[in-house]
Nanobody, 123 residues
């Protein structure tokens, strides 16, 4: 059973940075695609960024220059570095894993999900 656990969320001021981390357990996810999504209460879950088994990345356009996704296969982790944060980035951020190792923005492509970590950006 794959388990994903996010960490690194918190409260930050506009323009600040946060680094989210997702630790996987239960199996080696080196061949999986990993992704970050976010969700605001009352709205649909939104794709943020994904990284394939080969290290290829894909970003949603709104943060392609502010967010950086990376993975450490030796540690079975994936990270999301978020810079120049804005109040509209406030959301619960979720880590996800897909058996299909190539990147995809659709939430339905991901079989495993963490419970999320809250990111709040104050104005």
């Amino acid at each position: 059973q794959v388990q994903l656990k996010e960490s690194g969320g918190g409260l930050v001021q506009t323009g600040g940075s946060l680094r989210l981390s997702c630790a996987a357990s239960g199996r080696d996810l080196n061949t999986y695609a990993m992704a970050w999504f976010r969700q605001v209460p009352g709205k649909e879950r939104e794709f943020v960024a994904a990284i394939g088994f080969d290290g290829g990345t894909y970003y949603e356009s709104f943060e392609s220059e502010r967010f950086i996704i990376s993975r450490d296969n030796a540690k079975n982790t994936v990270a999301l570095q978020m810079n120049n944060l804005k109040p509209e980035d406030t959301a619960i951020y979720y880590c996800a894993a897909a058996k299909r190792g190539v990147v995809a923005p659709e939430a339905s492509m991901y079989q495993y999900w963490g419970q999320g970590t809250q990111v709040t950006v104050s104005s």
